[in-house]
């Protein structure tokens, strides 16, 4: 038998991009650091801590799973050290707080990798997610205060978090157990009722953009598992007409959106986001203005829901197109993963969680620009925001798990010549 070398083939590509990503992102940290007059040694150590951690996780990973597929990690890492920049380049309390974020929304997305790796198991948390979502969606009616206009956020005293970004990961898990097996009139009956108790705790809320997410997402996962076109379109002509039925009731609603398309008419009131956004982000061209010296970090919101402006302000359109290039990178291997998933809950998980956070992006980028109505929610792993983080990196999870995209090379093995063989192939 020839000898074969069994060694792992090593992937030099991927090392590549994460000597690159670590360039930009000492990069970064040198524009932030020296642009104060006193180097802060609180940020050298952060940045540093965060460049370090990327590289311990990965190095650990390729040690205990034997392969050097992290190309979501990779992604993830990159998107969250971009919205670590614009926080540490605006506050260093932000930056402080952001930085717990990943290190929590990483062990979130650790811990979520363990409890759905066994699909009995993860079928055993459908009703207590689901149950679980509802209580604190209620409970975020009965204790949150308005702030701008929503009953997003519940005030814990040394912190805040928004209910709805959790109960994200949860309704992703409950809609793929429950249409995990042969599609059923019982099994699609209960994920409808779950379904509209959020959608309809959130437009209680008058959190309307995170209602359309998880509307989406519902019929993403209806059409992946029944396939039918005609149903999704009935799906979609109900709600229509149930968001008509809330204009009609409630004409408030629509003022909301009313500077839609018309944003110029409304620079100085409901539309000066928008009108600073599509000034400023145009103003910093391929390469940005540089990080801190933009405009737009003077609107509210800018650290939030107008973060993918400001990034095009002050690291330019380049940066900008790589962020959106990342999302892209992650649906494709989500589609991937689907294609040879272990079984039809990894399947639909994954797709749901990759299609969820490509719709939330929608959302946000088209929304400041006026290309949809602005709904005011956060772009996945750059927005600042514990909650939103812990949920980007949960989702996360369900497109890890379906297995990776590409699968490590094979070795070839020489097959054992017999001598009748080696008489045939010499005659």
Not at 190 to 217: E, H, N, P, Q, R
Not at 280 to 299: N, Q, W
């Amino acid at each position: 038998m020839a000898k074969t070398d069994s060694k792992k083939q090593p992937h030099f590509k991927q090392i590549t991009v994460l000597f690159l990503m670590t360039a930009f992102q000492l990069l970064c940290a040198a524009c932030v650091i020296f642009r104060q007059e006193e180097p802060s040694l609180n940020m050298i150590y952060i940045f540093f801590g965060y460049i370090a951690a990327e590289w311990i996780y990965l190095l650990i990973g390729n040690i205990v799973t034997d392969n050097d597929y992290f190309e979501l990690e990779v992604i993830a890492f990159f998107l969250s050290g971009i919205g670590l920049t614009v926080c540490a380049s605006i506050s260093e309390a932000y930056v402080i707080k952001q930085l717990i974020a990943i290190g929590l929304g990483l062990a979130v997305y650790l811990i979520m990798l363990i409890l759905i790796k066994d699909v009995n198991f993860a079928c055993m948390l459908r009703y207590p997610a689901a149950i679980g979502s509802i209580a604190v969606l209620a409970a975020n009616l009965l204790l949150a205060k308005t702030t701008n206009g929503t009953l997003n956020w519940i005030d814990l005293g040394f912190f805040s978090i928004q209910p709805s970004e959790l109960v994200k990961i949860a309704f992703v898990l409950v809609g793929a157990v429950s249409l995990e097996k042969l599609l059923s009139i019982t099994s699609l009956t209960k994920y409808i009722v779950f379904s509209l108790a959020c959608v309809g705790a959130l437009f209680l809320m008058k959190d309307f953009g995170t209602a359309l997410i998880f509307f989406f997402t519902f019929a993403l996962i209806a059409f992946m598992r029944s396939g039918n076109v005609r149903t999704i379109l009935l799906i979609c002509a109900a709600a229509l007409m149930g968001a008509m039925l809330i204009i009609y009731f409630k004409p408030y609603v629509a003022n909301r959106f009313a500077a839609y398309r018309h944003v110029w008419d409304y620079m100085d009131t409901t539309g000066y986001q928008q009108t600073r956004v599509l000034i400023y982000s145009a103003s910093g061209g391929l390469f940005g203005l540089g990080i801190g010296e933009g405009h737009l970090r003077d609107v509210y919101a800018a650290s939030t829901d107008l973060v993918f402006g400001l990034i095009c302000e002050e690291m330019g359109l380049i940066i900008g197109i790589a962020v959106l290039l990342s999302f892209a990178g992650i649906a494709f291997f989500a589609i991937k993963s689907a294609k040879s998933a272990a079984s039809t809950f990894y399947a639909i998980a994954a797709v749901a969680a990759a299609g969820m956070m490509l719709f939330q992006l929608s959302l946000n980028v088209f929304g400041i620009t006026d290309l949809l109505p602005l709904t005011g929610v956060t772009l996945p792993f750059v927005s600042r925001g514990g909650s939103s983080m812990l949920c980007s990196w949960g989702l996360l999870a369900y497109i890890r798990a379906a297995g990776a995209p590409f699968e490590p090379p094979k070795p070839d093995i020489a097959v054992k010549k017999t001598p009748a063989k080696r008489a045939r192939q010499a005659g």
